[in-house]
Nanobody
């Protein structure tokens, strides 16, 4: 069992930056691939980024590639999402997730989820 708690969401202006954090507890976080998904009102949850158990293999959605960066600190059982050059369309609830396997873009491949943190980008 893995518990995930996100933090760092908030209101940011378009073009600005925000850094999300996700603290993992329970079984050793380094055993899991970690990722971020997001869900805007009225839309399905969509993949944002993921990182392999020990890194440095990463996956990104085309919509955030070059603007967002995922990283992890296995010593502190934490994964980060650095969001740069944010756009109004990045507004969503961002969820941290984990799976005991390879990285994946598929929401159904992930077993453990955090409660989500709201990110709002103003134009």
């Amino acid at each position: 069992q893995v518990q995930l708690v996100e933090s760092g969401g908030g209101l940011v202006q378009a073009g600005g930056s925000l850094r999300l954090s996700c603290a993992a507890s329970g079984r050793t976080a380094s055993d899991y691939a970690l990722g971020w998904f997001r869900q805007a009102p009225g839309k399905e949850r969509e993949f944002v980024a993921a990182m392999s158990r020990s890194g440095p293999f990463t996956l990104y959605a085309d919509s955030v590639k070059g603007r967002f960066a995922i990283s992890r600190d296995n010593d502190k059982y934490t994964v980060f999402l650095q969001m740069n050059s944010v756009k109004p369309e990045d507004t969503a609830v961002y969820y941290c997730t984990a799976r005991a396997g390879l990285t994946s873009r598929n929401v159904y491949d992930y077993k453990y989820w955090g409660q989500g943190t709201q990110v709002t980008v103003s134009s």
